[in-house]
């Protein structure tokens, strides 16, 4: 199994253009109000231009209403959606059917879901479990308690769904996550970052130590 790599939080085309070579599978943009690294629909249209073969694109969203994802998905070329909030399985169902992208739930360590997983089980095609800090959701930088993790996996992948982690992951302690846990996928933004921009070198690492995992393991 290839563990699924998204770099999240890019903020400039120069960024893009650091993925060169580096073996990810996904960059993600923020389209959240307020967030120290969301970026306007024109620039990450730009970023995405600039993203290296292979390299697909994801949108962050946190409680977002249709018009607000349909003003971005119309001017940028997505290929994940990302919902960070507390989005119901009818909105997944109404992404999934109008814009056909990949839907990426994101639910958080300890926070039980107003919904069962067989409710979001059709709308969706990946699970992100992520840490919560105060009012904050994710792009926390802090982990959570790992030990949660295989209640969740038993729950997820008990309908199909492939379970990812973010949380605090960079690539010192990327490998103990997945030698420990064996996610499906992973997903990092300022664990990749020197104060403040995406660290090429960082990004290279931790991708490198996620794939050396990969031929260990598979």
Same mark, same amino acid.
């Given at each position: 199994?290839?563990?699924?790599?998204?770099?999240?939080?890019?903020?400039?085309?120069?960024?893009?253009?650091?993925?060169?070579?580096?073996?990810?599978?996904?960059?993600?943009?923020?389209?959240?109000?307020?967030?120290?690294?969301?970026?306007?629909?024109?620039?990450?249209?730009?970023?995405?231009?600039?993203?290296?073969?292979?390299?697909?694109?994801?949108?962050?969203?946190?409680?977002?209403?249709?018009?607000?994802?349909?003003?971005?998905?119309?001017?940028?070329?997505?290929?994940?959606?990302?919902?960070?909030?507390?989005?119901?399985?009818?909105?997944?169902?109404?992404?999934?059917?109008?814009?056909?992208?990949?839907?990426?739930?994101?639910?958080?360590?300890?926070?039980?879901?107003?919904?069962? @997983? *067989?409710?979001?089980? +059709? %709308?969706?095609?990946?699970?992100?479990?992520?840490? &919560? =800090? #105060?009012?904050?959701?994710?792009?926390?930088?802090?982990?959570?308690?790992?030990?949660?993790? @295989? *209640?969740?996996?038993? +729950? %997820?992948?008990?309908?199909?769904?492939?379970?990812? &982690? =973010? #949380?605090?992951?960079?690539?010192?302690?990327?490998?103990?996550?997945?030698?420990?846990?064996? @996610?499906?996928?992973?997903?990092?933004?300022?664990?990749?970052?020197?104060?403040?921009?995406?660290?090429?070198?960082?990004?290279?690492?931790?991708?490198?130590?996620?794939?050396?995992?990969?031929?260990?393991?598979?």
């Amino acid at each position: 199994m290839r563990t699924f790599v998204k770099l999240c939080g890019l903020q400039t085309p120069e960024d893009a253009e650091k993925l060169e070579g580096i073996d990810a599978d996904a960059a993600g943009m923020i389209f959240v109000p307020g967030r120290k690294r969301t970026v306007s629909p024109e620039r990450a249209a730009s970023i995405v231009s600039r993203l290296p073969a292979g390299i697909r694109s994801a949108g962050v969203f946190l409680n977002p209403t249709r018009d607000e994802v349909l003003r971005v998905w119309d001017r940028v070329e997505l290929d994940l959606i990302q919902l960070h909030g507390l989005e119901e399985p009818e909105f997944c169902r109404w992404l999934k059917e109008n814009l056909g992208g990949r839907i990426v739930k994101v639910f958080f360590a300890g926070k039980k879901s107003a919904f069962p @997983p *067989e409710a979001y089980a +059709r %709308w969706i095609d990946a699970v992100l479990i992520d840490s &919560v =800090a #105060g009012t904050d959701r994710g792009g926390t930088g802090k982990t959570f308690a790992w030990n949660l993790l @295989p *209640e969740e996996q038993k +729950r %997820w992948e008990a309908w199909g769904i492939p379970v990812w &982690v =973010a #949380g605090g992951l960079h690539p010192d302690n990327v490998n103990r996550l997945l030698t420990e846990h064996l @996610p499906h996928g992973v997903d990092t933004s300022s664990g990749v970052e020197t104060n403040g921009e995406k660290d090429r070198d960082k990004m290279k690492r931790f991708v490198e130590r996620v794939r050396r995992h990969d031929r260990r393991v598979h």
